[in-house]
């Protein structure tokens, strides 16, 4: 019964202050199912909101084995020791049946996690449908009102993640491999198109020049896509976390694009398309959620789908049946 | 009141025997926005279902200036010489406010049109939200019940066009002009990455040596996409409408692919696929529809987003209050 009298204004005023026992709790309201903590979890962020967006939202993303949590693990330490509040969240919209979360994992980003100016949260387990990015999105929100100045959202998993992640970041940063031709034949559809910047990893010992190689071909591909954030000019990076070599440009590559950015009026004008967006596309989730949720209705739909198939009914008249 | 006392299973059988008139009185039902010659239409293409998927399905698209109507011009008459049916049908998602179609200009595509073993068709009217690609789904069925072998589905005008028309075909074509560097800077996103074949058009004249480099370049370039059709290395030709190059081996090419994506068990599977994501599409567009039209809804919805973008509200809180 202790929850169902949290105070609100405290909370959020303990949020405001730094107190990461009160943003630990705050972000579990978030991403609780219990509809009394939703109720409080969205009392909690209207108190907060005008407190947050000040932050850089960076967006993670690699192909499999490219090491993200190491790089996110040397890159965030070095934010925090240039003076930055670093927030480390993670996006994962697998079900909780295809195994789930890889940075429940304790320990990942070690060093990271017992660093003063970082927070590191595991990804939320995923439920229900639609739900995952929203909860990301509203613990980002969490940490923007507690002050954090660089928030770093990480993809786990498979699926749409990178899309999810693209929809709610300032700059979104791909981390791929040395040799592009090969590693490239692996890599998503149109994944390159939405990255402002390409990290070729790992880049330390016997793998430097590759790397460097492998850094003019992404550039050259990248001259030919269309640019992920209209006005800047995508490029790639050669980067070690072990080594720490290529850490800094990287920062520097994201505050110049910040300075970019912020001096059009695309900065703003992104954000609030990505807000609406997030209203719309939760409309849409949970117009189609209720559908397909009521009774019976997959057992019509999957003997729909069979006659449509078989050629017994066309696709109009299937859908008709359906909300007849 | 004529047409209300449509004889259905007679039309369908002058379909089927190739009577032109008949087609195309079918295809005006299809595009119907009264309800009697919508139901009528459904009984009609029911009838005729299993007459339909015999054809080989091509989706065309093209950068600005790329010459798609001169290429399928040629293109499409040389197979009519070779013995095909071919019809060529258009998709517009473009709003009626924007221009509207672009193929109702009946000069276009003149010795086609004449042509005895050619149909084009006009791009349908766009209209209500999410209709248009099912009416020229359904207009290809039709097309598919009368004969023909070659379904040429062009893009015309802006917006997702390209998306609908990939997620109707069995291949898909794109049309490029020489250089393509500074050519795909304006290709719109991952288009590349959706065509089984790119024609780098206007192979003629002193233009033959460009477009020769330009193959190779995009052919480097499909390397390092993921293919657009698992099974198939999408490929790069040089032709020239003009000249009649280059269009006898867009055919062997569009017929190796055939072969090969028949061989797996690819070719029928993503047609299966395509039907039941038609069909769920259309289930989120009626549900979409429905909620959007309510009265009212509309300047709840307004006042809703400036409220969340004013910080007043939560996304959730929206949200919420919309389905209250």
């Given at each position: 019964?202790?929850?169902?009298?949290?105070?609100?204004?405290?909370?959020?005023?303990?949020?405001?202050?730094g107190n990461r026992i009160a943003l630990s709790r705050a972000i579990t309201l978030v991403e609780s199912s219990n509809s009394d903590h939703k109720e409080q979890a969205q009392k909690l962020l209207q108190e907060l909101l005008s407190f947050t967006g000040n932050s850089i939202r960076i967006g993670i993303t690699g192909v499999p084995g490219a090491g993200k949590s190491t790089f996110i693990e040397s890159f965030g330490s070095m934010l925090c020791d240039m003076g930055k509040k670093v927030a480390v969240l993670a996006i994962d919209p697998s079900s909780?049946?295809?195994?789930?979360?890889?940075?429940?994992?304790?320990?990942?980003?070690?060093?990271?996690?017992?660093?003063?100016?970082a927070f590191v949260r595991p990804s939320p387990s995923a439920g229900t449908l639609g739900g995952v990015h929203k909860k990301t999105r509203e613990t980002m929100l969490l940490c923007e009102a507690a002050g954090f100045d660089v928030i770093l959202i990480e993809t786990v998993g498979v699926g749409q993640s990178e899309t999810f992640v693209r929809g709610?970041?300032?700059?979104?940063?791909?981390?791929?491999?040395?040799g592009a031709g090969d590693e490239l034949q692996g890599m998503k559809?149109?994944?390159?198109?939405?990255?402002?910047?390409?990290?070729?990893?790992?880049?330390?010992?016997?793998?430097?020049?590759?790397?460097?190689?492998?850094?003019?071909?992404?550039?050259?591909?990248?001259?030919?896509?269309q640019p992920a954030t209209p006005g800047w000019m995508s490029t790639s990076l050669a980067v070690s976390?072990?080594?720490?070599?290529?850490?800094?440009?990287?920062?520097?590559?994201?505050?110049?694009?910040e300075e970019t950015i912020k001096a059009s009026s695309y900065w703003n004008m992104r954000r609030s398309e990505q807000t609406k967006d997030w209203f719309h596309s939760m409309i849409t989730d949970h117009l189609i959620e209720s559908f397909y949720q009521a009774s019976d209705r997959k057992s019509l739909i999957q003997s729909l789908e069979k006659s449509i198939l078989h050629g017994e009914i066309t696709v109009t008249q299937g859908v008709k049946k359906l909300f007849e």
């Amino acid at each position: 019964k202790r929850e169902d009298k949290l105070d609100i204004p405290n909370l959020a005023a303990e949020i405001r202050s730094g107190n990461r026992i009160a943003l630990s709790r705050a972000i579990t309201l978030v991403e609780s199912s219990n509809s009394d903590h939703k109720e409080q979890a969205q009392k909690l962020l209207q108190e907060l909101l005008s407190f947050t967006g000040n932050s850089i939202r960076i967006g993670i993303t690699g192909v499999p084995g490219a090491g993200k949590s190491t790089f996110i693990e040397s890159f965030g330490s070095m934010l925090c020791d240039m003076g930055k509040k670093v927030a480390v969240l993670a996006i994962d919209p697998s079900s909780s049946l295809s195994g789930g979360s890889i940075l429940g994992d304790k320990t990942r980003m070690e060093k990271l996690s017992r660093t003063s100016n970082a927070f590191v949260r595991p990804s939320p387990s995923a439920g229900t449908l639609g739900g995952v990015h929203k909860k990301t999105r509203e613990t980002m929100l969490l940490c923007e009102a507690a002050g954090f100045d660089v928030i770093l959202i990480e993809t786990v998993g498979v699926g749409q993640s990178e899309t999810f992640v693209r929809g709610m970041v300032d700059f979104f940063l791909l981390l791929v491999l040395t040799g592009a031709g090969d590693e490239l034949q692996g890599m998503k559809k149109g994944i390159m198109e939405l990255a402002d910047g390409i990290i070729v990893h790992k880049s330390d010992g016997d793998n430097v020049v590759r790397a460097r190689r492998t850094v003019r071909e992404y550039k050259q591909i990248l001259h030919f896509l269309q640019p992920a954030t209209p006005g800047w000019m995508s490029t790639s990076l050669a980067v070690s976390s072990v080594e720490k070599t290529g850490l800094k440009e990287t920062w520097d590559m994201i505050c110049k694009f910040e300075e970019t950015i912020k001096a059009s009026s695309y900065w703003n004008m992104r954000r609030s398309e990505q807000t609406k967006d997030w209203f719309h596309s939760m409309i849409t989730d949970h117009l189609i959620e209720s559908f397909y949720q009521a009774s019976d209705r997959k057992s019509l739909i999957q003997s729909l789908e069979k006659s449509i198939l078989h050629g017994e009914i066309t696709v109009t008249q299937g859908v008709k049946k359906l909300f007849e």
